[in-house]
């Protein structure tokens, strides 16, 4: 499976974006999905996951409440609405995903065979 991210930008502190991830050469709906994030000079880090059934979610604890992940199976896309954002936000962001139970979230990046080429977020001050 190829994934494209995309919506990346430019946003002053306290706007949103919303992050799209589309999937193409194989069915999407049996594989979870987890956005990462790398910042420059950091590792990269988990931000959300959701399962293939998308009955299952989770955020890291600096994302909570102001993010939100979701998929469309039907348009094989999977999206990050991210809202009040912060300049902390400011990263590169990946989706990731791969073949999956139906309520399992995968957290580490090892877990992932198939990552999207990832898209420049940047949050002003």
């Known amino acids: 499976v190829q994934l494209q991210a995309s919506g990346g930008g430019l946003v002053q502190a306290g706007g949103s974006l919303r992050l799209s991830c589309a999937a193409s050469g194989r069915t999407f709906n049996r594989y979870g999905v987890g956005w990462f994030r790398q910042a420059p000079g950091k590792e990269r880090e988990f931000v959300a996951g959701i399962s293939w059934g998308g009955s299952r979610t989770d955020y890291a604890d600096s994302v909570k409440g102001r993010f939100t992940i979701s998929r469309d199976n039907a348009k094989n896309t999977v999206y990050l609405q991210m809202n009040t954002l912060k300049p902390e936000d400011t990263a590169v962001y990946y989706c990731?995903?791969?073949?999956?139970?139906?309520?399992?979230?995968?957290?580490?990046?090892?877990?992932?065979?198939?990552w999207g080429q990832g898209t420049l977020v940047t949050v002003s001050s």
């Open positions: 990731a995903a791969d073949p999956s139970t139906y309520y399992t979230i995968k957290y580490y990046e090892r877990e992932y065979d198939y």
